[in-house]
T-cell receptor
């Protein structure tokens, strides 16, 4: 039973560029959430997708957008990258219960 | 006031010690509570959910006090492998929205 998977594992981008991160939820899960974790901080909620719609959004600018596909996988897009966007981006999935399970994350470095 | 507050530590304890972590949350409408464990440069992993009646899983005991908006985690007989950051996590959403709100984490270092 595969857990949550994310790609790529690492990414280096330049300021102003755009990036797309991908997530496949744990088998049987239908809800995907994205979190940003800066160094030394706890993860911060970006948004959540269910039935291919954004259901809830945290305090992140519109540069952060996402999508969920019919197979429940999801993408996180960040436009006009800033140095402050450098972080570990985590995807979490769940099905019905409140317990969420995290993927290994994508470490994004913006230079 | 931050939504979820934890003492960042670090807590440095010898093997076999008992250690307790505390956490407070600000939103009285919070519905679900968890402790996650995060190893260095890895993803958070669910350690245990926290129930009003308190719950135990082996050497780990979690307690919830809704009146005081306080959550605790007790680790007995600490092992070297318990060294990690422990994240206190609260969910305030309903079924349609279940964002997890994380504390900054408490670092535990267990030494031999």
């Amino acid at each position: 039973d595969a857990g949550v998977t994310q790609s790529p594992t690492h990414l280096i981008k330049t300021r102003g560029q755009q990036v797309t991160l991908r997530c496949s939820p744990k088998s049987g899960h239908d809800t995907v959430s994205w979190y940003q974790q800066a160094l030394g901080q706890g993860p911060q909620f970006i948004f959540q997708y269910y039935e291919e719609e954004e259901r809830q959004r945290g305090n992140f600018p519109d540069r952060f957008s996402g999508h969920q596909f019919p197979n429940y996988s999801s993408e996180l897009n960040v436009n006009a990258l800033l140095l402050g966007d450098s972080a570990l981006y985590l995807c979490a999935s769940r099905f019905q219960s409140y317990e969420q399970y995290f993927g290994p994350g994508t470490r994004l470095t913006v230079t | 006031r931050k939504e979820v507050e934890q003492d960042p530590g670090p807590f440095n304890v010898p093997e076999g010690a008992t250690v307790a972590f505390n956490c407070t949350y600000s939103n009285s409408a919070s519905q679900s509570f968890f402790w996650y464990r995060q190893d260095c440069r890895k993803e958070p992993k669910l350690l245990m959910s926290v129930y009003s009646s308190g719950n135990e899983d082996g050497r780990f005991t979690a307690q919830l006090n809704r009146a005081s908006q306080y959550i605790s985690l007790l680790i007995r007989d600490s092992k070297l492998s318990d060294s990690a950051t422990y994240l206190c996590v609260v969910n305030t959403g309903n079924q349609a929205g279940t964002a997890l709100i994380f504390g900054k984490g408490t670092t535990l270092s267990v030494s031999s």
